[in-house]
């Protein structure tokens, strides 16, 4: 089996401080790791994932992301976010024996001025 | 490029009426997925397909159909609508058995049943 947590509902940050979502993962095995942003009344857009290697990934609009194995965990960042990062964000996981790509319910950012 | 497509944007149903969800997909992809996104609780896999004339059952694939008659088009049907298939429906399309490939997500069909 395969899951995501992601443990905050919503995640307020003033503009220009840092952000950060939390991602927990349960699979078997290694996995790939994705995290997707979705803004109002669009489909999901792919950010970033993690597949192997570096554990620090970086992605489109100054994203990045840090895989940590011991930790189970695939947190976003963002080193100074921006009114316009407010969106839904989320983290996904895929073992590479599955065909299913397994979501977490959701972190709602909103970057106030 | 279009990418994923998806017709309807919004439709209003009664209990009991069938309608289908077309998606289209210009990229090429092998793989195409149906999802239904509720509040608080992410995206749910209903159906999916691996290529061209296959399916596979998803997370919650009662009162769904699928089909997939060619590689660029993926139908989702449903053949007696209920209120609790009210939600916002996803499609989404990966180009091939490389599971580290990201999918690629239409803009949703907001469907309401009343």
């Known amino acids: 089996a395969q899951s995501v947590a992601q443990p905050e509902d919503q995640v307020n940050v003033a503009e220009g401080n840092p952000l950060t979502v939390k991602c927990t993962y349960s699979?078997?095995?290694?996995?790939?790791l994705f995290w997707y942003v979705q803004y109002p009344n669009r489909g999901l857009q792919f950010l970033l994932k993690y597949i192997t290697g570096d554990n620090l990934v970086k992605g489109s609009y100054g994203f990045e992301a840090e895989f940590n194995k011991s930790q189970t965990s695939f947190h976003l960042k963002k080193p100074s976010a921006l009114v316009s990062d407010s969106a839904l964000y989320f983290c996904?996981?895929?073992?590479?024996?599955?065909?299913?790509?397994?979501f977490g319910k959701g972190n709602q950012v909103v970057v106030i001025p | 490029n279009a990418g994923v497509t998806q017709t309807p944007k919004f439709r209003v149903l009664k209990t009991g009426q069938s309608m289908t969800l077309l998606c289209a997909q210009d990229m090429n992809h092998e793989y195409m997925y149906w999802y239904r996104q509720d509040p608080g609780m992410g995206l749910r896999l209903i159906h999916y397909s691996v290529g061209e004339g296959t399916t596979a059952k998803g997370e919650v694939p009662d009162g769904y159909n699928v089909s997939r008659l060619k590689k660029q088009n993926f139908l989702l049907g449903l053949e007696s609508a209920a209120p609790s298939q009210t939600s916002v429906y996803f499609c989404?399309?990966?180009?091939?058995?490389?599971?580290?490939?990201?999918?690629?997500f239409g803009d949703g069909t907001r469907l309401s049943i009343l």
């Open positions: 699979v078997s095995g290694n996995p790939y």
């Open positions: 989404a399309s990966r180009r091939d058995t490389l599971r580290h490939q990201p999918q690629h």
């Open positions: 996904a996981v895929i073992s590479r024996g599955n065909n299913r790509l397994a």
